[in-house]
């Protein structure tokens, strides 16, 4: 963790238990299950009922598809307005002051959404749990059944965007400049075109490259790769020089790739928050495959 420029974004599973009393803590599990479907691409499946069979002691669960997502747009998981993310905020119990951690029962991609959106609407008191639940579990650390407990309200305040998301007019913008690095943080088959799901045209945006997101974690543990393997996978594609826009299927895994370039000092990363949920049904945007 020393070796990160910004390791405060990541919390290891000793620090949470030591600190899982703290009155000014808030611990979410943002577990979704993407469950595939030909006709629509995948279906969302709340992660609630893991939830119900257990959890971090004390955690509460946010459904990435609806507390914290814009549900009045036909695109899934887009970002809200300030005031309905800092209600939704609120209602976890969630303060300007409070500390919060995020995980999942599945990828790290959903903790990191949820953590990106704090960022995007100016809480940077909140972090990642290294691991995930299967680390927690597996250390047998203090755990609970049930629906979780619902905290008093919060004082999160309004707070405007910082623009940490980016539309499809910029990504478009970005094709053919060099100082720009756009960032799939999809699957090399679907980068490629040659397998895995597809969100309308398969392959990707125009001149992007790819540093899978599943490819950031150890696969024996589910946590994040030492720090200095994980700089050279973006180096190797030129990430940590230039901005970078990085996109995924709909703004989720993308997050994970965001989160570890913060981490390692980047400060120009942004999110295609529709990512190939919008770009890929357009014939008008340019996609590549091979």
Not at 178 to 189: H, K, Q, W, Y
Request: hydrophobic content about 40%; overall charge negative.
């Amino acid at each position: 963790m020393a070796d990160f420029v910004h390791p405060e974004f990541l919390v290891e599973t000793d620090w949470l238990e030591q600190n899982l009393s703290d009155p000014k803590l808030v611990v979410l599990d943002c577990t979704t299950h993407l469950i595939p479907n030909p006709a629509i691409t995948y279906d969302v499946v709340p992660g609630r009922e893991d939830f119900g069979k257990g959890h971090i002691k004390g955690a509460q669960f946010c459904d990435v598809s609806r507390d914290v997502s814009d549900t009045t747009q036909v695109l899934r998981f887009m970002r809200q307005t300030p005031a309905d993310f800092a209600a939704a905020m609120r209602r976890f119990g969630i303060g300007d002051d409070t500390k919060v951690v995020t995980y999942s029962t599945t990828s790290p991609q959903w903790a990191s959404r949820v953590w990106w959106l704090l960022r995007e609407f100016g809480h940077d008191n909140a972090a990642v749990l290294n691991g995930g639940w299967q680390k927690w579990s597996r250390e047998k650390r203090p755990s609970e059944t049930g629906p979780g407990q619902a905290r008093a309200a919060g004082t999160f305040s309004v707070k405007p965007p910082r623009n940490l998301m980016a539309d499809k007019n910029a990504v478009r913008t970005a094709i053919g400049d060099g100082a720009i690095c756009t960032l799939n943080a999809l699957a090399e088959a679907q980068h490629k075109a040659t397998g895995g799901n597809t969100y309308g045209r398969p392959g990707r945006i125009a001149g992007s490259v790819n540093v899978p997101a599943a490819h950031l974690l150890d696969s024996a543990t589910n946590a994040f790769l030492p720090a200095d393997e994980l700089r050279r996978k973006f180096e190797a594609v030129g990430a940590m020089d230039r901005e970078v826009i990085v996109y995924c299927g709909g703004g989720i895994a993308a997050t994970a790739d965001a989160l570890i370039l913060t981490m390692l000092g980047h400060d120009k990363v942004r999110v295609y928050d529709a990512s190939m949920s919008e770009w890929a049904k357009d014939d008008a945007l340019p996609m590549e495959t091979g």
